[in-house]
C-alpha cells in the first residue's frame, strides 16, 4: 500500500505557474502508474495527467496540453505536475492518484491510491 500527500497548491494571478508535488510514502513509486486529476466544486473528478511506471509514456487533456507538465522522479518517491499559463478554469482541488497498472491510466476507476488534495485557486 502507498500513501500520497499532494503540495505545492495556493492562490496564483492568471498567466502565473505552480508546481504540484505528490510524494509517496510506504510502497516504492516506481511500481505504479502516477495521475492527476482535479475536481471543482459541484463538478465531477475529472482526468488531467497521467505517467507511467517508467515515465516513458504520459498522457494530458486536451484542456491543459502544452501547459501543464507531468513528471515523475522514483528515486525521490514523487511525482510531480508543473503548470504554467494558469486560467481561472483550472481553479480546483487537484488530487494525485497511484495505479498497479504499467501504463498511463486516464480514469479515476484505474487508480488504486488517492491523496487528500491540494487546492490551486487562479483568480486575480
Known amino acids: 500500500q502507498v500513501h500520497l500527500v499532494e503540495s505545492g497548491g495556493g492562490l496564483v494571478q492568471p498567466g502565473g505557474s505552480l508546481r504540484l508535488s505528490c510524494a509517496a510514502s510506504?510502497?516504492?513509486?516506481?511500481?505504479?502508474?502516477m495521475g492527476w486529476f482535479r475536481q471543482a466544486p459541484g463538478q465531477e473528478r475529472e482526468f488531467v495527467a497521467a505517467i507511467s511506471r517508467s515515465g516513458g509514456s504520459i498522457y494530458y487533456a486536451d484542456s491543459v496540453k502544452g501547459r501543464f507538465t507531468i513528471s515523475r522522479d522514483n528515486a525521490k518517491d514523487t511525482a510531480y505536475l508543473q503548470m504554467n499559463n494558469l486560467k481561472p478554469e483550472d481553479t480546483a482541488a487537484y488530487y494525485c492518484a497511484a495505479s498497479v497498472y504499467r501504463g498511463v491510466v486516464v480514469t479515476t476507476s484505474g487508480y488504486d491510491y488517492w491523496g487528500q488534495g491540494t487546492q490551486v485557486t487562479v483568480s486575480s
Open positions: 510506504g510502497r516504492p513509486v516506481n511500481n505504479y502508474a
